[in-house]
């Protein structure tokens, strides 16, 4: 209906990653990605109401409606953004667990990014950076195999991207992206490690999405066979299928889950029509920040 203005990058297909990653890390975590971050949005907390007017462009939305799909962000939920320059969150992500450091708390900072970012200078200067000063920071490339709409295979000649780490001697891993069980036990051995002073974690997370890049594009790139044989692994059906199986939850509560989703995003759709576009005057605010700082003067 082009009711949601610019780029929208969908999630379906790597659900499990948003849900083990939550399962093992604390509310008061950080956790910072690309402009695919919709489901960890939500996942992090911010409200389907928040996130539905923010791809509206409503000033109910997360960032005040001036963000837009790619830059959902919420200080109390700690969620760092949706970033749409890639790879530019690498290094945030790493400056954010430098502050926790410095702080000398046991937050850990979880920073997200795409197989394509994985080609960017910016990660192997992260990288040295948080070996040399062992920052808790873990860093997770979503590898989808695709980027923008170029397969990996002809981008790297190292295809198994978790050795990226190994000239940083920093622990990596290649985890299977489709499985929540093995996303959430990844996850908490590298925020322990994080949280004992251990240091960054590298971690492969291999899974896929099934829509393109972003809405607009048609994925040709790929077969329909392909995608066939990745919806078999669907996350969400193995999940279900795990419940299932082990009588943990009749049909009947799946589908009042089902129902409480739905309509929860029909709410969320209603708030978002029915909210303010932002004000004029709002364009020049969110800009700077009010120096903190007094010892800083120009």
């Known amino acids: ?119 960017q200078g910016i990660l192997h200067e992260s990288f040295n950076m948080a070996m040399l000063w062992n920052l808790p920071v873990v860093f997770i490339c979503e590898n989808n195999h695709y980027a923008m709409g170029t397969s990996v295979a002809r981008t790297s000649k190292v295809l198994d991207i978790y050795r990226l780490a190994d000239a940083y001697d920093m622990p990596a891993d290649s985890i299977d992206g489709m499985s929540c069980e093995e996303v959430h036990k990844a996850i908490e051995r590298a925020v322990k490690r994080a949280r004992e002073k251990g240091g960054p974690t590298f971690l492969e997370i291999k899974t896929y999405r099934y829509r393109g890049h972003s809405m607009s594009d048609p994925a040709k790139y790929r077969t329909k066979e392909e995608l066939e044989e990745y919806k078999e692994k669907d996350p969400i059906n193995q999940v279900l299928k795990t419940i299932m199986d082990n009588k943990w939850a009749s049909e009947e509560q799946i589908e009042a889950i089902n129902e409480k989703v739905r309509a929860e995003v029909e709410e969320s759709v209603k708030f978002a029509e029915e909210s303010p576009y932002p004000d004029n005057s709002e364009v020049y605010k969110d800009i700077y920040v009010e120096n903190d700082y007094p010892f800083i003067t120009d």
Do not use: P, W
Not at 30 to 54: F, P, V
Not at 58 to 63: D, S
Not at 87 to 92: C, F, K, T
């Open 1 to 119: 209906m082009q009711k949601i203005r610019g780029f929208c990058h969908l999630y379906n297909g790597q659900e499990a990653v948003a849900a083990g990653i939550m399962t093992a890390i604390r509310d008061d975590d950080n956790l910072i990605t690309a402009y695919r971050d919709h489901a960890l949005a939500i996942a992090k907390g911010i409200s389907a109401n928040a996130c539905m007017a923010e791809l509206y462009g409503k000033a109910t939305g997360c960032t005040k409606g001036k963000g837009g799909s790619m830059h959902f962000f919420s200080k109390e939920k700690r969620f760092f953004g949706g970033h749409g320059i890639v790879g530019g969150q690498i290094g945030l992500g790493a400056g954010i667990a430098f502050a926790d450091q410095y702080a000398d708390n046991d937050r850990a900072t979880i920073c997200l990014f795409g197989d394509g970012a994985a080609r």
